[in-house]
């Protein structure tokens, strides 16, 4: 275990020098490959520091004849349970895609996330179940300083343990890897306050275990339910993360005859097996053949550059005539004056005798609620026709689907 100021606490040298080894083109953590080496390697490093801290545990427990030492010990062959489950959940997802599933088994890392986060929660349930016991009835704690001294190395250990995974799971954006942190962290937390009540209880005579033991229980259960969440977000359908549809607007904007975009959503089938559909914007006057090979250029680049399998549409629009032209400036500006969080895409207009059809999409945040949905067309519909009798709305409500948006 080695502390260095300018990489972080516990265990930074140690985790690249074993990634360095055992990890076969490190670097290249988009590739399934090596996200599956990387799988490997966090799940028998749990395994064998839960199989170490289980086998000092029994030797001493036995020597000593404590029970609670011999159950602490069983306790660390069951959190070995983690290690097995995320080595499951690695090799499952990296399995080829086949006819029953095409877009392949990369959700089965956020299933294995989501048992490990269970397992949490139920570490959780037990430290405040036993907690609340001891608050009832307390118990005198018997000092005794081999004890202390195993479970301070048994907080040494599953310090590093938790700083390796996670930072291994930041590396490669592994959800099963930061709850096998998470898992970690709780039982250094609840060992830590163990150790802290059996040298409160020795200096001042006061029973404090239980009230502590309550406070991590707490804390424990808040970390398990939001690894549970944040796991569980991908398989119902998550928004786009900005940075995420910044980079993949930017890039199929910079083609030539690409005028704008929207609607972009992208559909997570695993860290590793993306997505995503978009409407692009083309001039309505643009050669269908020479618009479509830009299309069919945009979609091999991107699943080249970015690794998703992006699908376009075009929207053809209008470029050149001044009338549309303006008319959209207008209705733009009367949007952004209503709400300056509104936006409008897919505009038409459509002349008529006595009538002008205005046609466009406009997008409004998912916190608005009917009435305000109601209110903000009511606004637009009114302000458009003081500008010109004539104006017709059709407007067709949408949400986006950019995360915060």
């Known amino acids: 275990i080695v502390y260095n100021s300018k990489k972080g606490l516990y265990g930074e040298n140690m985790t690249d020098f074993l990634v360095k080894i055992f990890v076969k083109d490190y670097e290249k953590t988009e590739q399934a490959r090596v996200r599956t080496s990387y799988g490997i390697l966090s799940s028998v490093v749990g395994v064998i520091c839960n199989v170490i801290l289980f086998a000092i545990k ?33 090799k499952l997802a990296n399995k080829p895609a086949d006819k029953e599933h095409p877009f392949g088994h990369g959700r089965f890392e956020y299933l294995s996330a989501f048992v490990v986060a269970f397992l949490v929660l139920q570490v959780g349930f037990s430290c405040f179940k036993n ?22 190395i048994s907080v040494l250990l599953k310090l590093w343990l938790g700083v390796f995974n996670r930072k291994l799971g930041n590396r490669i954006r592994s959800s099963v890897m930061k709850a096998t942190a998470a898992d970690a962290f709780g039982d250094v937390l609840i060992t830590v306050v163990t150790i802290l009540a059996i040298i409160v209880e020795k200096l001042t005579g006061l029973k404090v275990d239980g009230y502590m033991g309550l406070v991590v229980s707490l804390f424990v259960l808040y970390n398990g339910f939001n690894i549970a969440k944040e796991t569980i977000e991908p398989l119902i359908g998550e928004a786009v993360e900005p940075e995420i549809y910044e980079k993949i607007t930017t890039m199929v904007e910079s083609y030539e005859g690409i005028v704008g975009s929207h609607d972009l959503i992208v559909h997570n089938y695993g860290p590793t ?39 376009i549409h075009m929207d053809p629009i209008e470029i050149n005539d001044t009338k549309v032209l303006s008319a959209k400036r207008m209705i733009t500006d009367i949007v952004k004056k209503c709400d300056e969080n509104a936006s409008i895409h897919d505009f ?58």
């Open 58 to 90: 029994v030797s001493i427990g036995l020597v000593i004849h404590s029970i609670s030492v011999m159950a602490d010990a069983f306790n660390n062959l069951s959190d070995a349970s983690s290690g097995i489950i995320s080595f499951i959940g690695v």
């Open 131 to 152: 907690s609340v016991s001891k608050i009832i009835e307390p118990k005198p704690t018997e000092f005794n300083i081999i004890m202390v001294g195993i479970l301070s």
């Open 273 to 311: 097996h993306t997505m995503a559909s978009i409407h692009a914007e083309v001039p309505n006057d643009i050669n269908i053949e020479a618009a479509h090979e830009t299309i069919d250029k945009i979609e091999r680049d991107a699943l080249k550059a970015l690794d998703v399998f992006l699908v």
């Open 348 to 405: 038409r207009m459509v002349n008529g005798e006595n009538q002008i059809n205005l046609i466009f999409d406009l997008v409004v945040a998912y916190s608005y609620s009917e009435d305000e949905k109601a209110g903000l067309i009511k606004n637009v519909v009114e302000l458009v026709a003081k500008t010109d009798k004539r104006y017709q709305c059709v407007i067709t409500l949408e949400h986006s689907y950019i995360r915060n948006h």
